[in-house]
């Protein structure tokens, strides 16, 4: 169960990282990262983050936030293989198949 968890954990951290404290951060903000205070930066003041962030971030804000949901995406897709792997029972003694004439 630790094996499972432990991926979950770390995915959560990288992304939540990425999302509440490295773009607000490069953006400028200096407020308290909690979930109110962030869905409220980045949804009423949007222009002045991007704005902020595409002074400082050497890819354009776009190449930016998109490079970060690809990050996201990722995780989560890394996330489900490895627990998926952890949990499917799989014989332990598979021979490896010989193609015969090829």
């Known amino acids: 169960m630790l094996a499972a968890l432990l991926p979950l954990l770390f995915g959560y ?3 939540v990282t990425y999302v509440f ?7 400028g903000y ?3 990262g909690s979930l109110r ?5 980045y949804r009423s003041h949007f222009e002045a983050l991007s704005a902020n962030l595409g002074s400082v971030a050497l890819g354009s804000v776009p190449i ?3 490079l970060t949901a690809v990050a996201i995406v990722l995780i989560l897709v890394q996330e489900v293989l490895l627990v998926r792997g952890l949990f499917v029972k799989r014989p332990l003694n598979i021979q490896p198949r010989i193609i015969k004439g090829a």
């Open 13 to 15: 951290v990288v992304a």
């Open 30 to 32: 200096g407020g308290r």
């Open 37 to 41: 205070d962030i869905a409220i930066l």
């Open 21 to 27: 404290k490295l773009i607000p951060l490069y953006a």
């Open 64 to 66: 930016v936030f998109g």
